[in-house]
């Protein structure tokens, strides 16, 4: 989750400069919901998806036999409140992910 701050050839590869990219922009994370941000970054890449006619994707939610795996490797015992936030952070992923 803590990752560092990309130098400015990475940035210009990803068509930002220094500028765009600074203390501004980042954000607090209450300590009662870092685990459920830990875990919700470990699962980035277990999005399930169908694609569309036009030839897109439609992100549909995380796939949830793979957070068990992912919580014993975080070392994270996701409770009925952590559920709820990975949730509630799974949602607004989506929305984000699906243009709105």
Do not use: K
């Not at 999005?47 to 939610?61: C, K």
């Not at 936030?85 to 929305?95: D, F, I, K, S, Y």
């Amino acid at each position: 989750m803590c990752r560092p701050q990309p130098d400015s050839r990475a940035l210009a590869e990803a068509g930002f400069e220094e500028g765009d990219y600074d203390e501004e922009d980042s954000i607090v994370v209450f300590p009662e919901n870092w685990s459920a941000l830990r875990l919700f970054d470990a699962l980035q890449t277990q999005w399930q998806a169908v694609a569309t006619p036009v030839g897109g994707l439609r992100f549909l939610g995380l796939h949830y036999p793979s957070i068990p795996i992912v919580e014993a490797r975080l070392g994270i015992n996701a409770d009925a409140d952590l559920l709820g936030a990975l949730q509630t952070l799974e949602r607004a992923g989506r929305r984000v992910m699906n243009g709105g």
